[in-house]
């Protein structure tokens, strides 16, 4: 019976959608640093905790107020609450279950559930026994205050910070992987503590009763000289206990010294590390952002222009110098080789990444990187640059949108500016908005005031708007003159008058931006609710 | 037709070759050994060998007398600044255009008396934030205006005795009538300036303002030809 109830409930976890929407919410909510959430929820749990403490204080004079020993009684109901919830989610108790479950059958043997029981217990216990775990259970002794001892356990109230403060973490994290070395220095130190505190009891404890008194006395000497703090509350007299102060003072600074190099090389290991994480926490506040594969000249103008039209953006370049320059200017910089599959999933190339810019000098580079960026991304936005005019094919086989060849771009600026350096320097202004006009798209969606009807009862004249043409890939405008072919549609300038504009159509116009922006508008307020939706 | 120096043999200087209209120039290669002579040859370019430090070398190319345009696009900004100054000592009228490497030496190139300066590497830039801001209009243009079809953008300047003297911009109706978008005037008497035709004020047309179009050549072409009509009349 018992039995069969147990498979129910496991059965059930490993089905209920409910149960796993709840189980990801709360994980969400304390375990996944990349969530929102458990950001909101660390820092109200770092109040909480600061706000206790204090109050803790105040009791130390004054009785603890009901507003005092109510909030006191909650944020305990919070913790023990929090402590029950990261065991629930240390691991599945269902998927041990489970797997037992499906070996018994595989054999044809009866289910051992006292093997079963041990495991999950042990599980339990393994995460019960983990540092944060054992903080968490401290943090919650010291409001049982009938048990005058556990008040001293505040202090775990104050470590159970490393939980919610990531810095810290990431200072714990920092010191444990130089575990070995501190280590070392810690039963040097014992070491020379324990000859400290021997030399100095047998010299001082006959001559000089008074100060050194016991072998705790001594201890407590001996740690006082070595760390370099020197109360002065007990000195010694006989020549022995100075030659041991004096070879306790020296080698006291020989191992403040290490541990202080112990700590800087492993932050300095880390360094490139933490500022990499530091740049992903930034990117991950970002709506959208462009890659930048390369800061070189180009690289540079593009980083120039996006920063100039307030959007945000991330290069990634192996070249050391390339790097520091960017990070000069202030820009995210990782400092990697873009080709490799974890830089571009790390910069964000599957989630908020909406283009890539592969801008390096070296083609070969460049194909590599498209084809990395669309093999991990089939539909972002590739644009490359491709230094001789035979590689652009290969960029476009690689996965690239648009390629870009700088001296031929470069010639078509020259020959436009010999022959019509007005009418040329008019045009660019209007795509780059330098000009008061600008050059916009506007989409014909389905029901809009302007679906169906023709140029001429738009009246663009009265919009003070100049419509230029319409892109379109409806086959009933074909029988129009002036179309050119783009990709997969048609471009048709100057539409004549009777020209009916039909859903999906692009007008292309130009115009005021407060004119342009005027009509967009209303051609929103005109769709029906659910297509604006 | 115009005739054009080339000073510097790369990428560059064959990539503009190969956009200007073969008909209505003519070029003069200026490379600076047998090797590159051989190359541009090839490609049936009159070649010179000359040493552009020369200023009677730079005469007898033809700067100073019968050359309309100079492009300098030699790989170092100090040779494009050198030429530069040689050349616009020899000629005040003269179009200059250079190519620049490092973007400290634009200025000096302007100093130095160049019309126009090319940086490559900024242009791309550029042009690759326009492709990144604004995909369907670079698209569009890239693919019409500055790409293989047959739609251009064109500068046409009113000339003496036109028809469309006195005309405003209102008026002109070129939509209809010739197939082509007028984008905005450059009123030569006021302030040399591009004003769109969009703008509340009405333009009234002056000889020598340039209307600037956008439609098909042919139609460009024929617009062009209606005005010069007008004169022999």
Not at chain 1, 200 to 222: K, M, P, T
Not at chain 2, 151 to 173: D, F, V, W, Y
Request: charged fraction near 20%.
């Amino acid at each position: 019976m018992l039995t069969q109830l147990v498979f129910a409930l496991v059965t059930f976890q490993q089905h209920s959608s409910t149960y796993k929407k709840t189980k990801r919410f709360f994980y969400h909510l304390l375990e996944n640093s990349e969530s929102r959430l458990k950001s909101r929820f660390d820092k109200a749990m770092i109040m909480s905790v600061l706000f206790s403490v204090f109050l803790f204080i105040d009791e130390v004079d004054t009785p603890a107020s009901n507003f005092e020993k109510m909030f006191e009684h909650l944020l305990i109901a919070l913790f023990i609450l929090e402590y029950l919830l990261r065991a629930w989610l240390y691991n599945d108790v269902h998927h041990i279950i489970l797997t037992h479950h499906a070996k018994s059958l595989y054999l044809n043997r009866p289910m051992q559930w006292g093997k079963v029981a041990k495991i999950i217990i042990a599980k339990k216990v393994e995460y019960m026994l983990t540092p944060l775990a054992i903080i968490d259970l401290l943090a919650i002794l010291p409001s049982f205050r009938s048990l005058t001892l556990f008040r001293a356990l505040l202090i775990f109230r104050l470590f159970k910070l490393f939980r919610y403060f990531k810095s810290l973490r990431l200072f714990a994290e920092i010191i444990e992987t130089k575990r070995f070395e501190l280590y070392t220095l810690t039963v040097f130190l014992g070491f020379l503590i324990f000859i400290g505190t021997v030399g100095i009891y047998l010299f001082e404890h006959a001559a000089n009763g008074q100060e050194v008194r016991n072998l705790f006395d001594a201890v407590y000497w001996s740690i006082v000289t070595v760390t370099s703090v020197g109360y002065g509350d007990i000195a010694p007299q006989t020549t022995g206990g100075r030659l041991v102060a004096i070879g306790l003072i020296l080698t006291g600074f020989g191992v403040l010294s290490f541990l202080i190099s112990i700590i800087v090389s492993a932050v300095n290991d880390r360094m490139h590390e933490l500022r990499e994480s530091s740049i992903y926490a930034e990117l991950k506040r970002y709506k959208s952002f462009v890659i930048i594969c390369g800061f070189g000249r180009v690289g540079q103008h593009i980083a120039k222009q996006l920063e100039k039209h307030n959007q945000h953006f991330i290069i990634i370049d192996n070249n050391k110098i390339n790097a520091i320059n960017a990070r000069r200017l202030g820009y995210l910089v990782i400092h990697a080789d873009a080709s490799k599959n974890e830089v571009l999933i790390n910069a964000g190339i599957k989630q908020k990444a909406s283009a890539v810019l592969c801008t390096t000098g070296d083609d070969v580079v460049n194909v590599y990187i498209t084809l990395t960026s669309r093999y991990l991304n089939s539909s972002i936005r590739i644009i490359s640059r491709a230094n001789h005019p035979q590689n652009v094919k290969k960029l476009y086989q690689a996965g690239a949108d648009n390629v870009i060849q700088p001296f031929e771009i470069a010639a078509l600026v020259v020959a436009q500016y010999i022959g019509k350096p007005v009418a040329f320097e008019a045009i660019l202004g209007v795509i780059r908005e330098e000009k008061q006009f600008i050059m916009e798209t506007l989409p014909v969606c389905s029901g809009s005031m302007i679906d169906g009807i023709t140029i001429a009862e738009l009246d663009f004249e009265r919009r003070k708007l100049m419509l230029v043409g319409v892109v379109s890939a409806n086959p009933t405008h074909r029988k129009h003159k002036n179309s050119y072919a783009l990709k997969n549609q048609h471009f048709y300038f100057n539409p004549p008058p009777f020209f009916v504009l039909r859903t999906g159509d692009l007008l292309v116009v130009l115009g005021r931006e407060i004119g342009i922006a005027y009509f967009r508008e209303q051609l929103k307020n005109s769709r029906p609710k659910e297509s604006k939706r | 037709m115009k005739r054009i120096a080339v000073f510097g043999y790369s990428i560059m200087s064959l990539e503009v070759i190969k956009q200007l209209n073969e008909e209505q120039y003519s070029y003069v290669f200026i490379v600076k050994n047998e090797t590159e002579a051989l190359l541009v040859a090839e490609q049936g370019f009159d070649t010179r060998i000359i040493d552009f430090r020369n200023d009677e070398a730079i005469k007898s190319v033809g700067i100073g007398e019968n050359i309309d345009i100079l492009f300098c696009f030699y790989p170092t900004d100090s040779d494009n600044v050198f030429l530069t100054i040689s050349a616009r000592s020899l000629d005040n009228e003269l179009t200059i255009i250079a190519i620049v490497d490092d973007p400290e030496s634009a200025e000096k190139l302007l100093a130095a008396g160049a019309n126009k300066i090319i940086d490559p590497y900024e242009i791309c830039g550029r042009k690759t934030h326009d492709m990144l801001a604004k995909p369907d209009i670079t698209d569009i243009l890239d693919n019409t205006v500055f790409g293989r079809h047959d739609l251009h953008i064109a500068q046409i300047e009113i000339p003496k005795n036109s028809s469309l003297e006195q005309t405003k911009t209102s008026a002109l109706l070129l939509e209809g009538t010739y197939n082509l978008i007028l984008i905005g005037v450059v009123d030569k008497v006021s302030d040399d300036n591009l004003h769109f035709v969009m703008d509340e004020k009405e333009h009234t047309l002056n000889i020598g303002d340039v209307l600037v179009v956008l439609g098909p050549a042919s139609d460009i072409k024929a617009f062009k030809e209606e005005i010069e009509a007008v004169i022999c009349i």
